[in-house]
């Protein structure tokens, strides 16, 4: 029993601990794939293609040099990257990791160059010509699939990967709504922006006959099936490590095509061989990730009430299919997530996967989701105005109740608990919308308009094998492994096959040890990120590393305290059920033992031990599955206050709180921090951030002074009210919440900046709602006023 | 990215870094705070083959306050204008811009003549001296001579430098005291380049009346007499100038122009350094 007293001095589940890791961290001590300095190490650059589109008529390496510059033809055996999807109907796209005859995107690498340093190889790169026959790009996924669109992959026929179906008949619903909303909206294509790049490191290793690879990673043990699979060789010749990483957003959990190359040339060449990403290859070919385009209808009774959803989804999935996660996953997602956390009769949705010349789409924080809840909840501030109701009224009259709870919505997600309504209610309560509608009513001194949004969505967390097996990815999580080792001096190892970079899974995994066997976090060192000493896992992606992981350690801590309560209780001459775990040791009638006590005789006075001692030892290896693996679903409410300035088009945002239930949380700082980081990410994908590219092709953002992120300035402060209602099928209640910032932030901010615009008559139907994008949207409303009949962009 | 090859100098005089810059005939870069040129050469966009660094020329960072001017070594610091550590003659405005100018690394590095001799449109200094008519000495194997802002920059990124000169010393005069001036300038957030900038002085003592419409695709377009705009707005007058800027009614870059030359004006009427 806890009490208040001792509460504060609580290190387990609950406690607001600082960061273990942020002790190397802060002292500049964190050690990347960047700081990593081997013997003999030399550099990478890659020739990359300046051409959207195009057949590679000739390449000419420069001249005396040509030994230290290679083409596909050079890297004899190494298999393409082929991430098929298991959906029916998928169209298999091969990603040579050089290209080979074509290229199809801007920034396709189509050869490497080593040399001693990177400003030399660059030298080499720039002294490779490459001949080209330009063909005419696809660049929007629209136009993609018009007759006549250019084919990336000709012998599909097309350009589309995989087009799904959820049917219903709507007919007799339309004839009786009340209400009908129809929306076009779109996002931009945008790229993900991890502080550290990626960057990739190998040598092999004569002794152990074994390709190291350092790549800055969030799945290591994937990333090493996958390059096994393309050089040829067994896993056990492979052995990948990602040191610290410094940030990953979904970048990090695909295999890049450039740690193929690298890994290739060290085997070939028998020296270590390092590439460093640089900020322009991550903007120009390998960060992609967003860009969706809807088409949905809503029909609703006169009261708000949702009868059916109708959407034709797009997304934009770039030129090839990426592993593990193919090029479906964001519109398979859109089918099976946009009816959000609401309730409706009906539900009809098709999706294409387009294929087109640009960089392939990769997951990013919130995959799918973001673009899903803008489109839901755009819909839903649609029908609360044709109902003459605040949006948060609509909201109430369609989420699912906690008494329906747990609830098998339309597309068959089981939302497994919480009170969606009261997430809602408190957002509404925290932002004082009464004083919000009465400053918008007066009016600002400097002419800007005032604006509310919200949003309210759930995030599937930790879902599992058969929710993965359906969407088809070709690597589907099972359970989830943690290996546990106690040392002679009572020191516990953790060894989970899940990463950290900027989880704080070092922290995280500690106080579940601790809160099982009271063991001082500082006394649990937390292993990660080296497919040499962890077990095999899918890694850290989709929030689920706090529920997988964190409920696999949590089992060996109870499986380990069993063991030494054994121990215990024989050393104190007590019978078994006369003994407890209290505060790190076994406590009976007669006294108690440390838990360094118990190691130090376990590993080195064996003589003391009980002859029916544990065959498993001190060293616990566990997987772990939740009761059922529909997914621990968080769900939040973000609402906010903006004003638009309607001359410029400039957004600020003036307040923002957001209600949100991780379920029972481990630590409630890291929390924050996870839902104050995807925030900042959800105002980049609503207000700033686009990667737009030319009718050619050409990506006009190749420096962060083009591309657009926000920075300290940008990210209001940001109150966070937390429900804590218990998962009901994982270890500790706890639920995952490592993408809900960047859910529901775009989505709120669409809303509030369209509720400014309201009284103008103008509403965005992109991201971001960037200056032009509003004063584009002005411009239309005032010339529809005007007249009636005007071009689509009000801007020449 | 990593640049190019080339030969780094680190001269000790003016004398010194112009030969160089003569002796490198057309490949030279004169390079001070290198927040332009060093992520330039990075990208392999500017790939100098002779770096001649000014950082060691004591005499760049040297200011006088002459009464009627202040005499600013072109190698001075945005921060060390923004602090205050050298004499100013903009009763602040010049303080008010250089804590504005992208984010205080860059401020700690980059320099006042760097930044006029990069001649970014988007840039602040570029139009600042436009709008206080500074004179520019830049130094040459033949010696010194000195241009109006007004006239050094010839359009975007290109100036009446020539391969061989660089700028040694920038000269504004005092504005009188009774003078107000206004800057705004829209960007999409704090620190990045400005979409727009429009500013104004109006100095009784002088006469000088002048507004500059900046961030445009080329040099910031000079009104040399404002009154139309500061005397009551003038929707006309405004129109010419936009459209003498370079930018085309409808356009969103005229729209935004607009505005900012609008709310510049109207700052001018409250107190300097009130600007918000």
Sequence with gaps: ???????????????????????????????????????????????????????????????????????????????????????????????????????????????????????????????????????????????????????????????????????????????????????????????????????VVAYWDKRLAQLVVYTSAQMPHINRTGLAECLGLDEGSVRVISPDVGGG????????????????????????????????????????????????????????????VDCEAHVDSGAYSSYPFSACLEAAQVASILPGPYKMERYRCRTWSVATNKPPILPYRGVARTGVCYAIETIMDAVAAEAGLEPYEVRLRNLVLPQEMPYD?????????????EAVR????????????????????????IGFGLA??????????????????????????????????GILEVRAGVHSHGQSMETTLAQIANEVLGIDPQRVRVVLGDTGTTPYSTGTWGSRSIVMAGSAVGRGCKELRERLLHVGAWLLGEPLDAVRWEEGGVAGTSGRFELAELTRIWYLQPQRLPVDVHVGGLEVHTTYQAQRDSGAFSYACHAVVVAVDPELGKTEILDYAIVEDGGVLINPMVVDGQVYGGTAQGIGTALYEEMAYSEEGQPLASTLADYILPGATEVPSIRIEHMESPAPYTEFGQKGIGESGAIGSAAALASAVNDALKPLGAEVSRMPLSPRAVLEALARSEAATAARAQPEEAFV | MKAAAFDYHGPATVAEAVALLRESDGMGKAVAGSQSLGPMMNLRLAQPTQLVDLRFLGELRECR????????????????IEDGKVPDPSLGLMPHVAGRIAYRAVRNRGTLGGSLAHADPAADWVNVM?????????????????????????????????????????????????????????????????????????????????????????????????SALIDGWSDPAAASA????????????????????????ERLSRPNGAQQ
Aim: with cysteine; hydrophobic share 40%; net charge negative.
């Design chain 1, 1 to 199: 029993m806890t009490t208040a007293s001792d509460r504060s001095s609580r290190k387990g589940i609950g406690a607001s601990l600082t960061r273990k890791e942020d002790d190397r961290f802060l002292r500049g001590q964190g050690n990347y794939v960047g700081n990593i300095r081997l013997a003999g190490m030399r550099d990478l650059a890659f020739v990359r293609s300046p051409v959207a589109h195009g057949r590679i008529l000739e390449i000419e390496k420069p001249a005396g040099r040509e030994g230290d510059v290679y083409t596909i033809d050079d890297l004899a055996g190494v298999r393409p990257i082929l991430a098929a999807s298991g959906l029916p109907g998928f169209k298999r796209s091969e990603q040579p990791v050089l290209a080979r005859e074509k290229v199809r995107h801007v920034g396709e690498m189509i050869a490497m160059c080593i040399a001693d340093t990177r400003a030399e190889a660059e030298d080499l790169a720039g002294e490779t010509y490459v001949d080209f026959d330009e063909l005419p790009a696809v660049v929007d996924m629209l136009a993609g699939r018009e007759p006549g669109a250019a084919l990336l992959h000709e012998h599909w026929g097309d350009n589309v990967f995989l087009e799904t179906h959820i049917d219903a008949d709507l007919e007799d619903i339309k004839a009786r709504a009340a209400i009908h909303v129809h929306r076009r909206l779109r996002t931009a294509r945008q790229s993900m922006a991890p502080m550290e790049g990626r960057g």
């Design chain 1, 249 to 308: 957003f979904g970048y990090k959990g695909i295999l890049l095509p450039e740690e193929v190359c690298v890994a290739w040339l060290a085997m070939h060449l028998g020296h270590p061989v390092r590439w460093i990403e640089d900020r322009r290859e991550q903007l120009v070919a390998n960060t992609n990730c967003r860009e969706h385009h809807y088409d949905i209808h809503a029909y609703a009774d006169r009261d708000g009430r949702l009868l059916a």
């Design chain 1, 409 to 421: 919505n339309i597309t068959h997600k089981h939302f497994d608990s919480g009170d969606y309504p």
């Design chain 1, 426 to 449: 408190r957002a509404v309560r925290a932002i004082d919308l009464p004083a919000v509608r009465e400053r918008q009513r007066r009016g600002e001194a400097d002419g800007r308009l």
């Design chain 1, 456 to 489: 309210v969505f759930c995030e599937q967390s930790a879902h599992g094998t058969s929710v993965y097996h359906g969407w088809g990815i070709p690597m589907v999580p099972g359970r989830e492994p943690a290996g546990l080792r106690l040392t002679p001096d």
């Design chain 2, 65 to 80: 306050d002459e009464g009627a001017a202040v005499l600013f070594g072109a190698g001075v610091t945005h921060a060390a």
């Design chain 2, 130 to 226: 436009a709008l206080l008519d500074a004179e520019l000495i830049l130094a040459g194997p033949d010696g010194e001579r000195s241009v109006r802002a007004g006239e050094f920059m010839l359009g975007a990124f290109t100036t009446v430098l020539a391969e061989d000169e660089i700028i040694k010393a920038v000269r504004v005069r005092r504005l009188g005291p009774a003078a107000r001036w206004s800057y705004y300038k829209f960007n999409r957030k704090t620190g990045e380049f400005a979409e727009a900038i429009a500013a104004f002085v109006d100095d009784p003592e002088s006469g000088v009346r002048r507004a500059i419409v900046g961030a445009v695709d080329g040099a910031p377009y000079v009104i040399e007499d404002a």
């Design chain 2, 242 to 265: 936009l459209q003498a800027a370079g930018l085309v009614p409808g356009s969103y870059e005229y729209q935004v122009h607009r505005v900012a030359l609008r709310r510049a004006a």
